[in-house]
């Protein structure tokens, strides 16, 4: 089947199957048409349309995801109270202009004999990796599944999301999948706090206090900027932010690392990458800031 849906026709489809998904995209390539793909796990929020919006400019045709992907959570986490609105998530998904949203059901993606994945070593091991065991192994094996069923020319990933970013820019060069990784800046709110699906947990307290979340990497930013080099130091400033906030509970991470090997530096260097996980309230929130 050659699927000829040009720019200006289009209609929202959603579809359920990953063989119609797998049978669609390979007809929309055979016609012609690029596919940009934006893989998430739902509960949109501007972040998400940020992609959506790169992906509509530079492709013929723009495939969303929404699968809550239960192999990338651990025991004790959040995977069934994640945020899931499916009717807001196709209304907002249809006044950006996608064309299909693949919405597949659990059993459809890990039948009862699933039994393969893909895992990127010592990059999934460390930041989050470490305190979060398996999570990266998931999101690797789901992001590949994806990208077999939908074969897009272009996949749209967060800077968000540093870590798993570069994680699957690694897994695409490894296994030579045919597959262009796009880095997309993280949207902030008016007031820093990076866009989560996540910060709908926060209580208007807790909210508060996730702003010190960013004001931290800012802060830390701007020390760089004006010269400062040292970790140690740079790690000071952040964390008499980050210990200011009122509900602040665990800093998991406050590290400065290498762009892409994600390796700890005992000095910073342009380009490096500040990353944070900390738990304000229950709930924890990852960011990150480029120097
Ligand atoms: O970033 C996310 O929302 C998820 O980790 C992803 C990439 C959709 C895989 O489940």
Redesign the pocket.
Known sequence: MTINKFKGTRMLEVIHSPEDMFKLSRGIRKGGNSIGFV???GYLHQGHISLIDRARKENDIVVV?I?V?PL?FGKNEDLDRYPRDFERDYSLCKDAKVDYIFYPSYSDMYPEDFNTYVEVKELSEILCGAFRPGHFR??TT??LK?FNIVSPDRAY??KK?YQ?LQI?KRMVKDLNIPVEIVACPTVREPDGLAMSSRNRYLSPEERLSATYISKALFKIKDAFDRGASEVWRLKEVGLDVLNKAPLIGEIQYLEVVHPENLKSREYAQKGDVVAVAVFIGNTRLIDNIEL
Do not use: A, K, R
Request: aromatic share 12%; hydrophobic share 45%; glycine share 12%.
């Open positions: 893989p998430t796990m995801s699968f992907n990338q998931g999101v789901v992001v994806l990933f967060g999301d798993q699957i």
